[in-house]
């Protein structure tokens, strides 16, 4: 398949995309889209919920399984824009649109890159790929609702926008729900046991507390206090305050691990909301970063979540487009990020699948 033609097709699509509603649940249309290129390349493709799939054409169930992934639902735009978030156009070689950057360009980008591996004979993987759902909202029709119905995964690319550089790590996320107790009275009586007051030495606590165990791509485990909520009126004392804990965790620590060490440390009750959103890395010495090497790409460790959480194997996160343009007013990529990411995405499967 050529690899110009498959451009062209791959940036027509993202316009497309871009102009189809597709909040995180909400992705029937470009669900839609997406089915209409696999038909228009005649690849066979399935349909689960609004979670789109197919498979090379000389798949072998003794062959291990690359994944190609990203998503194609998006957040609701900001009160910032000030350009029709669902009208794609270019200017100065930027394709402005909601979702472009996160994480259209990095979608189209794969399934150009799918397509031109399709018919290839004798690849020493078979090649999935996964257009999915509600990764915005880690939804139960996500790509992890999805996966009992896959093959076995081996290794995976997942496409989110790091610049084309290759991320081989990627922190993860428990929240935590924490409750600081005191004694509820009226504001004119003394009160020695004041919720509010007792917060100042909780929140201290979080503000200094460190994890021992440093990771060489993700660094420290990040623990961030994010909200506070106490009281209903000006002259009574509130029995406790509510504070929500933002707990990003490197890859030297399981969830469950965190969970356990703060409830049992922390000076103010604790309770996980869940323990799904695991940490994700791939080796460096793995063939599919070793790939890299004529690319001259760096490795990193990524802060931001992503569909990796969902998967058990290595995963390398690898897209075109720049994170910091995520969610952010008047989203873009650049067309030329997506040429380079067609480009780069195929020479390094053209390593690793020893074509």
């Given at each position: 398949?050529?690899?110009?033609?498959?451009?062209?097709?791959?940036?027509?699509?993202?316009?497309?995309?871009?102009?189809?509603?597709?909040?995180?649940?909400?992705?029937?249309?470009?669900?839609?889209?997406?089915?209409?290129?696999?038909?228009?390349?005649?690849?066979?493709?399935?349909?689960?919920?609004?979670?789109?799939?197919?498979?090379?054409?000389?798949?072998?169930?003794?062959?291990?399984?690359?994944?190609?992934?990203?998503?194609?639902?998006?957040?609701?735009?900001?009160?910032?824009?000030?350009?029709?978030?669902?009208?794609?156009?270019?200017?100065?070689?930027?394709?402005?649109?909601?979702?472009?950057?996160?994480?259209?360009?990095?979608?189209?980008?794969?399934?150009?890159?799918?397509?031109?591996?399709?018919?290839?004979?004798?690849?020493?993987?078979?090649?999935?790929?996964?257009?999915?759902?509600?990764?915005?909202?880690?939804?139960?029709?996500?790509?992890?609702?999805?996966?009992?119905?896959?093959?076995?995964?081996?290794?995976?690319?997942?496409?989110?926008?790091?610049?084309?550089?290759?991320?081989?790590?990627?922190?993860?996320?428990?929240?935590?729900?924490?409750?600081?107790?005191?004694?509820?009275?009226?504001?004119?009586?003394?009160?020695?046991?004041n919720a509010i007051y007792n917060?100042?030495?909780?929140?201290?606590?979080?503000?200094?507390?460190?994890?021992?165990?440093?990771?060489?791509?993700?660094?420290?485990?990040?623990?961030?206090?994010?909200?506070?909520?106490?009281?209903?009126?000006?002259?009574?004392?509130?029995?406790?305050?509510?504070?929500?804990?933002?707990?990003?965790?490197?890859?030297q620590y399981t969830n469950k691990e965190i969970a356990d060490?703060?409830?049992?440390?922390?000076?103010?009750?604790?309770?996980?909301?869940?323990?799904?959103?695991?940490?994700?890395?791939?080796?460096?010495?793995?063939?599919?970063?070793?790939?890299?090497?004529?690319?001259?790409?760096?490795?990193?460790?990524?802060?931001?979540?992503?569909?990796?959480?969902?998967?058990?194997?290595?995963?390398?996160?690898?897209?075109?487009?720049?994170?910091?343009?995520?969610?952010?007013?008047?989203?873009?990529?650049?067309?030329?990020?997506?040429?380079?990411?067609?480009?780069?995405?195929?020479?390094?499967?053209?390593?690793?699948?020893?074509?």
């Amino acid at each position: 398949m050529n690899q110009q033609v498959l451009t062209e097709k791959a940036i027509e699509l993202l316009k497309e995309l871009i102009s189809i509603q597709s909040f995180s649940g909400e992705e029937e249309g470009t669900a839609t889209a997406l089915e209409n290129w696999f038909k228009g390349f005649d690849i066979p493709f399935e349909r689960i919920h609004n979670n789109i799939f197919a498979k090379n054409k000389y798949w072998d169930d003794s062959k291990p399984t690359l994944l190609l992934n990203s998503h194609h639902d998006t957040v609701k735009p900001n009160q910032a824009y000030t350009k029709d978030p669902f009208h794609p156009h270019i200017e100065e070689g930027k394709l402005y649109g909601l979702g472009s950057n996160d994480a259209g360009g990095c979608l189209v980008s794969l399934l150009a890159t799918f397509t031109y591996f399709y018919h290839a004979e004798n690849l020493n993987h078979n090649v999935l790929m996964v257009a999915s759902a509600e990764e915005e909202s880690a939804g139960e029709n996500s790509l992890r609702g999805l996966l009992p119905s896959l093959p076995k995964i081996d290794v995976a690319i997942v496409g989110e926008p790091t610049l084309m550089q290759l991320a081989i790590a990627e922190k993860g996320l428990v929240v935590f729900d924490a409750v600081v107790k005191g004694t509820p009275s009226h504001a004119a009586h003394p009160n020695d046991n004041n919720a509010i007051y007792n917060t100042i030495e909780v929140l201290q606590w979080f503000k200094n507390f460190s994890f021992d165990r440093t990771s060489e791509a993700l660094g420290d485990v990040k623990m961030t206090v994010t909200q506070i909520n106490a009281g209903s009126q000006h002259n009574v004392v509130p029995s406790q305050v509510d504070l929500v804990v933002d707990v990003r965790v490197n890859d030297q620590y399981t969830n469950k691990e965190i969970a356990d060490l703060l409830k049992e440390e922390a000076p103010c009750e604790l309770q996980e909301r869940g323990l799904k959103l695991n940490s994700s890395r791939i080796d460096k010495d793995h063939p599919l970063v070793k790939s890299r090497n004529h690319s001259g790409r760096t490795t990193y460790g990524s802060p931001t979540l992503s569909d990796q959480a969902a998967l058990s194997c290595q995963s390398l996160k690898l897209g075109p487009g720049d994170s910091t343009r995520s969610h952010s007013a008047d989203e873009f990529i650049y067309v030329r990020e997506i040429e380079e990411g067609i480009d780069l995405y195929i020479k390094i499967l053209e390593g690793f699948l020893k074509i």
